[in-house]
């Protein structure tokens, strides 16, 4: 397997972090530089990022992002010393309407995560977000709206692809030690061949 496929693998969804450490400046920047050399639709260029980055602002969105919706609140929900300690929420345009948007914050997104995880930093995209709660507490321009977050931080917890069960179902699910087990379908059945 290339290094590039394992770093693949192990760049999962995260969601418990060790509180001890900042993500540091440089790993901050190239997760930046990350999604400045995403491809995006007609090359252009919708999304701004905002770093949150101080503690206090951090642990006032956290109520406002929710994690693991799959899970019951008291396996999924990061617990007091477990939270993210870094969001960046991708932004829009106010009213912006191209459809390819979601697009281009996917790319930027999947950029993200891998250009933090190759530093051993582990992340959680984020759809269920209480977008006008956020932006009031950080006091986001009217000029933008939040289309997604990305939650970051050293991972306390493992995360392992596993084969679809005999039940065919997708849920994530975790052990006893709170690791998480995540179901992937076969290349055979979401590919085909045209010869
Ligand atoms: C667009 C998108 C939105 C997501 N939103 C959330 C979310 O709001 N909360 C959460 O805990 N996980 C969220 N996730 C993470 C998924 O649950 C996760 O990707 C999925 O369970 C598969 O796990 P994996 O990323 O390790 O492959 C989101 C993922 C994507 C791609």
Known sequence: MSEMMKLMEGRRTYRRFDQSGRVPEEVIGEILESARLSSS??????????????????EEIFPMTHFAGALPKELGTPKDGEHPVLYILLLVEAGAKDPWIPVDAGIAAANMTMAAWVHGVGSCIMGAID?????????????????????????????????????????????????????????????????
């Open 131 to 195: 977008r006008k709660q956020i932006a009031e507490a950080l006091a986001i321009p009217e000029k933008y709206e939040i289309h997604s977050a990305i939650a970051f931080g050293y991972p306390t917890h493992k995360s392992t692809i596993v084969p679809v069960g005999e039940d065919g179902s997708l849920k994530y699910y975790l052990d006893e030690n709170k690791d998480y087990y995540v179901p992937k379908k076969e290349v055979s059945e979401i590919s085909f061949r045209i010869r």
């Open 41 to 58: 639709a007609r090359n252009g260029q919708q999304l701004t990022f905002a770093v949150v980055e101080g503690r206090e602002k951090v």
